[in-house]
T-cell receptor, first 116, second 109 residues
Framework: GAVVSQHPSWVICKSGTSVKIECRSL??????MFWYRQFPKQSLMLMAT?????????EQGVEKDKFLINHASLTLSTLTVTSAHPEDSSFYIC????????????FGPGTRLTVT | GQNIDQPTEMTATEGAIVQINCTYQ??????LFWYQQHAGEAPTFLSY????GLEEKGRFSSFLSRSKGYSYLLLKELQMKDSASYLC??????????FGTGTRLQVFP
């Protein structure tokens, strides 16, 4: 199997605070993890690609100083939303890719962030 | 530019067959994925096409034509639990997946 977990599953925070979301591959090592954002009734938008041991690659329009990504080990990547604002409220989903010839991404269950 | 289009919504009747189309224009192509996503949940993998033709997996089949930039997902013997969003995603030359707009399918009894 290929299980990816996220923590927390939901979080409510006040405007101006920071929130950290963890993404873990539980039964495989993931050299590459991806962070997506999904607004209601919209599709997934790739925010950044996270490679273990190196800096993340951000998509155009995503502020790297606001969305801090750390991929410190082969099983853990974290996304920190700094100085959160209500417009950052969204569903954040991570995925992880197994090394090798398969290109399938395994998705975590998502984190619902609400900024008040 | 990148463009992946799907119909926004579709409805169908339990037991019927439905085809969800996806057209794409991307800077690179290394395969096309279909995912199912229930509301508030993460997407789950349905199929992967990298060569032209039809891939069949139980009640679900997926077709790809690279020359036409076109794919479809075919769902047979529809069940109520198939009500969900269906996402088409193209893998570009890197690991990146570019997702389409998604199609919300409602299955009625």
């Amino acid at each position: 199997g290929a299980v990816v977990s996220q923590h927390p599953s939901w979080v409510i925070c006040k405007s101006g605070t920071s929130v950290k979301i963890e993404c873990r591959s539980l039964d495989f090592q993931a050299t590459t993890m991806f962070w997506y954002r999904q607004f209601p009734k919209q599709s997934l938008m790739l925010m950044a690609t996270s490679n273990e041991g190196s800096k993340a690659t951000y998509e155009q329009g995503v502020e790297k100083d606001k969305f801090l990504i750390n991929h410190a080990s082969l099983t853990l990547s974290t996304l920190t939303v700094t100085s959160a604002h209500p417009e950052d409220s969204s569903f954040y989903i991570c995925s992880a890719r197994k090394p090798g010839l398969t290109y399938e991404q395994y998705f975590g269950p998502g984190t619902r962030l609400t900024v008040t | 530019g990148q463009n992946i289009d799907q119909p926004t919504e579709m409805t169908a009747t339990e037991g019927a067959i439905v085809q969800i189309n996806c057209t794409y224009q991307t800077s690179g192509f290394n395969g096309l994925f279909w995912y199912q996503q229930h509301a508030g949940e993460a997407p789950t993998f349905l199929s992967y096409n990298v060569l032209d033709g039809l891939e069949e997996k139980g009640r679900f089949s997926s077709f790809l034509s690279r020359s036409k930039g076109y794919s479809y997902l075919l769902l047979k013997e529809l069940q109520m639990k198939d009500s969900a969003s269906y996402l088409c995603a193209v893998r570009e030359n890197t690991d990146k997946l570019i997702f389409g707009t998604g199609t919300r399918l409602q299955v009625f009894p």
